[in-house]
Nanobody, 118 residues
Framework: QVRLVESGGGLVQAGESLRLSCVAFGRTGSIKALGWYRQAPGKQREWVADINKDEIPNYVDSVKGRFTISRGGALNTVYLQMNNLKPEDTAIYYC????????????WGQGTQVTVSS
């Protein structure tokens, strides 16, 4: 299993930027992909972006052109650069890992709050 530790959330105004970070500990060699989800109050958790070891990124349509996902050199770190933030981006953001050795389960960080004011 792996443990995910997130950082970088905060309270910003619309149009500003934040950079989220997530570091994975444990069996990091088994990580297939790292990504980000978010959950707004009263809503379902939503997939935002992910990236695999081939460095192929994928994004939900609502963040394309504004968010950039990338992996650190050690391949156990994932970043989410969020530019031109909007109030509708307000949510708890969760780091997510998918593993080769346990494909039926996802692994999650504790979440970091992103709040964007108008």
């Amino acid at each position: 299993q792996v443990r995910l530790v997130e950082s970088g959330g905060g309270l910003v105004q619309a149009g500003e930027s934040l950079r989220l970070s997530c570091v994975a500990f444990g069996r990091t060699g088994s990580i297939k992909a790292l990504g980000w989800y978010r959950q707004a109050p009263g809503k379902q958790r939503e997939w935002v972006a992910d990236i695999n070891k081939d460095e192929i990124p994928n994004y939900v349509d609502s963040v394309k052109g504004r968010f950039t996902i990338s992996r650190g050199g050690a391949l156990n770190t994932v970043y989410l650069q969020m530019n031109n933030l909007k109030p509708e981006d307000t949510a708890i953001y969760y780091c997510n890992a998918k593993l080769y050795i346990d494909p039926a389960n996802d692994f999650w960080g504790q979440g970091t709050q992103v709040t964007v004011s108008s």
